[in-house]
Antibody, heavy 122, light 111 residues
């Protein structure tokens, strides 16, 4: 079945840019009706949606993060990526990628990757 | 920005029925369907309920969801020890060009 796997540095310095990639296997990132999203969870806290992208490149971002976030897609590699700029300690979290079922009035995330912990520290 | 409000905790003994509430607004739950996610300790969240009351394949039928107005509810009947987890509601919000919002989360403890 469809699987997603996050990859990228586990440690990022303050003010730098966090970069993660999600590799999709056993399925095509170019499937219609599906976006591909990023969600994060600070240690001991709740879930926060970051943004989602369609294979055509159309994106949606969470308003509080929009100025710092870029989500991109590489259909030839079946991957999508996250860049979060000017990070601070508050961006320390487990970052998940997930398939986003998107339609008017009807949205959910399934399945999810296992998640990767990114720590922001000097 | 909108928030979906859940009680921090809920508990029950094995076999009991437990309910978790989720309160939103007209721009999210009032306009869009609600989903529920289960997060077992140390694992990634898993979709439990989608489109208010639909269970993905493999989810036991003791889990059920409902929605009324700007609120939603998750019920676990016949509570089992393996149901001890964090539960999050979520929905799309139509304000600010649209965004996905999660609930504050509820820790369900099996006594």
């Amino acid at each position: 079945q469809l699987q997603l796997q996050e990859s990228g540095p586990g440690l990022v310095k303050p003010s730098e840019t966090l970069s993660l990639t999600c590799t999709v296997s056993a399925g095509s990132i170019s499937s219609s009706s599906y976006y591909w999203g990023w969600i994060r969870q600070p240690p001991g806290k709740g879930l926060e949606w970051i943004g989602s992208i369609y294979y055509s490149g159309r994106t949606y971002y969470n308003p509080p993060l929009k100025s710092r976030v870029t989500v991109s897609v590489n259909t030839s590699k079946n991957q999508f990526s996250l860049k979060l700029s000017s990070v601070t300690a508050a961006d320390t979290a487990v970052y998940y990628c997930a398939r986003h079922r998107y339609s008017s009035g009807n949205n959910w995330f399934d399945p999810w990757g296992q998640g990767t912990l990114v720590t922001v520290s000097s | 920005q909108s928030v979906l409000t859940q009680p921090p905790s809920a508990s029950g003994t094995p076999g009991q029925r437990v309910s978790v509430s989720c309160s939103g607004s007209s721009s999210n739950i009032g306009s869009n369907t609600v989903n529920w996610y289960q997060q077992l300790p140390g694992t990634a969240p898993k979709l439990l309920i989608y489109s208010n009351n639909q269970r993905p394949s493999g989810v036991p039928d003791r889990f059920s969801g409902s929605k009324s107005g700007t609120s939603a509810s998750l019920a676990i009947s016949g509570l089992q020890s393996e149901d001890e987890a964090d539960y999050y509601c979520a929905a799309w919000d139509d304000s600010l060009n649209g965004y996905y919002v999660f609930g504050t989360g509820t820790k369900v403890t099996v006594l």
